[in-house]
């Protein structure tokens, strides 16, 4: 038996989906669509995962982000909702967001920045007999910071860089210790000479504490703007199929992992679903002149 007293914990989730949820890890994205954008994720890892004693510890993270454009602001606003179950922890953060945008070139350039509010539980029924609880709460809340910048250029390309854990923030209860994350991702798209119906999409996305990272890059073909399919690669973890269409305004998507690490040893795989619905924001015109045939 050993005992605990210090706890490091996940800093952030892998998302097979992350090309469609730039939302979830840059505050710099708000209000980069036409209107107010939904998006929702759930995300099952290792399925069929156990503990010793037969427990589900599976890792499952859901995603809820809301952005929309506020013009008088410059800008768009955000707020997600995220939950991580990561074995014994239960993470639960709510974050609000503004992004200022301009035009730059031939695109947008935006930066932004976001309050993340987190309350983390600790189920110690998970850990004890096998490892004694020293000295730890079993809940604790925490307020901290992120920062983004982001730079599209519409059906071209997009470029993101943030910071997640700002003040790196350490929970004094839990005693769970949060570094800095900073993520880095990028986008094209390509409409193929000769067959305008079909667009190849690749992109990539790294994320890192400096002590750790992950890579993933990927490459889906979209048909008509309205089905996709491709395939993804998680350095050192997992393989990936991704599908999904687009009805209007609606997009589903579902993407499978495939572990090529020695998790194939203890689980089948990760399965991923997102949906996504943009309510279309219909602006006014500016009028910059006016005649009426009456007073010529």
């Given at each position: ?60 993270t859901m995603f809820l982000t809301i952005d929309s454009p506020i013009k008088f602001l410059h800008g768009g606003i ?14 639960t953060q709510v974050t609000l967001g503004y992004a200022y945008r301009t035009d730059v070139g031939p695109g947008e ?188």
């Amino acid at each position: 038996m050993s005992s605990l007293s210090t706890v490091v914990a996940q800093q952030s989730s892998n998302i097979t989906h992350y090309m469609f949820m730039n939302m979830a890890f840059n505050p710099a994205v708000a209000g980069s669509s036409e209107g107010i954008n939904v998006t929702g994720l759930y995300r099952q890892q290792w399925i069929g995962f156990k503990d010793d004693r037969g427990g589900n510890t599976a890792p499952q993270t859901m995603f809820l982000t809301i952005d929309s454009p506020i013009k008088f602001l410059h800008g768009g606003i955000s707020g997600t909702v995220i939950n991580d179950k990561l074995g014994p922890f239960n993470n639960t953060q709510v974050t609000l967001g503004y992004a200022y945008r301009t035009d730059v070139g031939p695109g947008e350039f935006s930066g932004g920045l976001q309050v993340n509010f987190q309350n983390s539980v600790l189920n110690v029924d998970k850990l004890e007999p096998l490892i004694t609880i020293t000295d730890l709460g079993k809940n604790d809340f925490i307020v901290d910071g992120s920062l983004g910048l982001f730079y599209k250029v519409p059906d071209k390309y997009y470029l993101g860089l943030s910071c997640d854990n700002v003040l790196q923030t350490r929970m004094k209860t839990l005693k769970v210790s949060d570094k800095r994350v900073y993520d880095l991702t990028g986008g094209y798209y390509w409409v193929i000479p000769g067959y305008p119906a079909y667009e190849l999409q690749p992109s990539a996305f790294i994320t890192t504490d400096l002590a750790a990272f992950s890579f993933s890059v990927s490459a889906i073909l979209q048909y008509n703007k309205k089905f996709w399919g491709g395939l993804a690669y998680r350095y050192q973890d997992a393989a990936s199929v991704l599908v999904g269409f687009n009805i209007k305004a609606f997009k589903i998507g579902l993407a499978y992992d495939a572990s090529v690490s020695k998790m194939t040893r203890y689980a089948d795989g990760t399965a991923e679903v997102m949906l996504n619905y943009c309510f279309k924001i219909e602006t006014e015109k500016f009028r910059k002149s006016y005649k009426n045939t009456r007073f010529l």
